[in-house]
């Protein structure tokens, strides 16, 4: 598998356990002490690490640490938005397709040299 597709692939699954590190309890601990939530977060960001190291170490050997971060952000906003939606229940608006314009720019700028040769 190419490097920057692993990576991606990486990153994403790293990005579903950070944003149920990140949110989640915000659904199923509601009702616990914050640090039992913390402490259970905790755990589960270390699987997010345990993906999200080796994805940067390997997609560093093809892209910059900008390009890197850049793609970080566009899988967060992407795994983000149903996360919100159909989990956490949240109302869909506007200001997601806003972001993700934003993000399409911030893509656009990092990867033009490696897009315009």
């Keep these: 598998m190419p490097p920057i597709l692993t990576t991606v692939c990486l990153l994403t699954l790293s ?3 950070m944003t149920f590190a990140w ?3 915000l659904k199923n601990m509601a009702h616990k002490p ?3 939530a913390a402490l259970v977060s ?3 960001a270390l699987f997010e690490y345990l993906l999200q190291v080796p994805a940067n170490r390997i997609g560093h050997q ?3 640490v900008g390009q890197l971060k850049i793609t970080q ?3 967060t906003l992407a795994v983000f938005v149903p996360f919100s939606v159909f ?3 949240e109302k869909l608006s506007w200001d997601y397709l806003w972001a993700g314009l934003c993000l399409l720019g911030a893509v656009f700028f990092i990867f033009r ?3 315009m040769g």
């Design 34 to 36: 914050w640090i039992v």
């Design 15 to 17: 990005n579903i356990f």
């Design 62 to 64: 093809v892209l910059n």
């Design 113 to 115: 040299g490696r897009l």
């Design 87 to 89: 989990y956490l229940k």
């Design 73 to 75: 952000e566009v899988i």
């Design 23 to 25: 949110y989640g309890h």
């Design 42 to 44: 905790w755990g589960i």
